[in-house]
């Protein structure tokens, strides 16, 4: 099965231009969230879809953030100026609907897009 | 404000030793997960633990949930250079279309010398 790709692996801009990351999920899965991992922090959920409606989005910074799910797959973040405070690891992750057994509440996590901002 | 506090924060130990990461919260949660995260990775899911009380052994690592469901703790036996690499504790909140959401805390760095 594959994993949850993410893309670019890497990318360097400068404050105030604008940069986009894509995800495509584990297929069947209806579940996507994007978090923020800053350096020496676990991650913060910036917004979780279910299929291709935001289910919460309470701590993205909507003034610069967005993200959209078209289709109820693939997902993109954007990031538009960018500021130095949004350097990080930004993961995107996804999950089935199973509520119970062994593997309850599983988040598969993409490798991550690590932003750094000049 | 973290809502899962973690520690120790960094732990270096040699190859053999025994260790033990807390994870605390004054919130309860309906579950409490561990995942290790290692460098150029997403985190990846060690175990779910959901009832207070719990305890489950994965090898040679043990997590237990507090009875009341607002801590858990990580014990690894006779640590390995394998083990190396960045714990997170995630607690799960949320019923319905928020069932899922997670909150972590910073994590543990580990790293074991051979």
């Known amino acids: 099965e594959a994993g949850v790709a993410q893309s670019p692996r890497y990318k360097i801009i400068e404050k105030r231009q604008s940069v986009a990351f894509w995800c495509n999920p584990i297929s069947g899965h209806a579940t996507l969230y994007w978090y923020q991992q800053i350096l020496g922090q676990g991650p913060k959920l910036l917004i979780q879809f279910q299929n291709n409606g935001v289910v919460d989005d309470s701590q993205l910074p909507k003034d610069r953030f967005s993200a959209e799910r078209l289709k109820g797959v693939d997902s993109t973040l954007k990031i538009q100026p960018a500021k130095l405070e949004d350097s990080a690891v930004y993961l995107c992750?996804?999950?089935?609907?199973?509520?119970?057994?062994?593997?309850?509440?599983?988040?598969?996590f993409g490798p991550g897009t690590r932003l750094t901002v000049l | 404000t973290q809502l899962l506090e973690q520690s120790p924060q960094f732990l270096s130990i040699q190859e053999g030793e025994n260790l033990t990461v807390y994870c605390n919260s004054s919130s309860v949660f309906s579950s409490l997960q561990w995942y290790r995260q290692e460098p150029g990775e997403g985190p990846v899911l060690l175990v779910t633990v959901v009832t207070g009380g719990e305890v489950k052994k994965l090898k040679r690592l043990t997590f237990q949930f507090g009875d009341a469901r607002k801590d858990s703790s990580l014990h690894i036996t006779a640590a390995q250079p394998g083990d190396t690499g960045l714990y997170l504790c995630a607690g799960g909140r949320g019923r319905g279309s928020t069932l899922g959401r997670l909150y972590f805390g910073r994590g543990t760095q580990l790293t074991v010398w051979p």
């Open positions: 992750a996804s999950r089935t609907v199973r509520t119970s057994g062994e593997r309850y509440n599983e988040q598969f």
